[in-house]
C-alpha cells in the first residue's frame, strides 16, 4: 500500500489512458506507476468442444473396405475388442460409414 507523501493519505490507484496512476484522493498527488502493462488476463479462454464420447470415438477410427451386411455399402469403420479369457483373440467389429449398422468380423 502507497500513501501520499504530502498528506500521508492512502493513494488509490487509478487507471488513466491505459496507464496506471496512483491518485491522492484528498490533495491529488498523483504518480505514475511507470509504464509497466496491466497484466493482461487471458479472457479467450480454450474452448471446450463437447463431443460425445461415442461420436469421438468413432471419429478417430480407421475405414476398411467391408460391405455392410444391411445397406451394402462397401467401406466401414473398424475397431478390435479384446475378448476376456485365457485366450487372448481380439474380435473385430465394423461399423458402417452410411448407415452406422454395426456388426461383428466372423473369423
Ligand atoms: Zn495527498
Ligand atoms: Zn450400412
Not at 489512458?17 to 488476463?41: A, D, F, L
Not at 475378448?83 to 473369423?107: I, P, V
Request: charge should be positive; include cysteine.
Amino acid at each position: 500500500m502507497n500513501f501520499c507523501p504530502n498528506c500521508g493519505t492512502t493513494l488509490i490507484p487509478t487507471k488513466k489512458e491505459n496507464k496506471i496512476s496512483i491518485v491522492c484522493p484528498k490533495c491529488n498527488y498523483e504518480t505514475q506507476k511507470g509504464t509497466k502493462e496491466v497484466s493482461k488476463i487471458k479472457h479467450d479462454k480454450e474452448k471446450i468442444i463437447v463431443i460425445g464420447k461415442e461420436e469421438q470415438k468413432i471419429r478417430t477410427l480407421p475405414k476398411t473396405s467391408a460391405v455392410c451386411p444391411k445397406c451394402g455399402h462397401p467401406e466401414a469403420f473398424y475397431w478390435l475388442v479384446q475378448t476376456r479369457g485365457a485366450d487372448e483373440s481380439s474380435t473385430q467389429f465394423l461399423r458402417c460409414t452410411r448407415c452406422a449398422s454395426t456388426w461383428r468380423e466372423m473369423s
